[in-house]
């Protein structure tokens, strides 16, 4: 996804709240098919992580190598991904 692509999906994200929640236990397995569904639902949306920096940056890369997403943003405790659905 080039920057302009990336620029617009930043744009369309602005007014979305966070609709999958990653809490204490991390990454689980129910949360990546929660993550799933979610992304074959909207597309693009946020994910808020409750954890240290780090492990932030940890998680936000193995949820976007397991869900197939593409990080477009991340600000603070807020990621923000987008995977295409070729159905919709």
């Known amino acids: 996804m080039n920057t302009a692509d990336k620029k ?5 994200a602005h007014t979305l709240k966070p609709v999958v929640m990653i809490g ?3 990454l689980t397995a129910a949360v990546l098919a ?3 569904i979610a992304l ?3 597309e693009l949306l946020k994910v808020k992580i409750r954890a240290e920096r780090d492990d932030r940056k ?6 976007c190598t397991e ?3 593409e990080l477009i943003q991340t600000i603070g405790q ?3 991904i987008y ?4 159905n919709k």
Do not use: F, W, Y
């Open 8 to 12: 617009k999906r930043r744009a369309e």
């Open 24 to 26: 204490q236990s991390g």
């Open 34 to 36: 929660e993550l799933d």
């Open 40 to 42: 074959n639902t909207h």
């Open 58 to 63: 940890l998680i936000i890369e193995q949820m």
């Open 67 to 69: 869900a197939c997403a």
């Open 78 to 80: 807020i990621a923000v």
């Open 83 to 86: 995977r295409l659905n070729p």
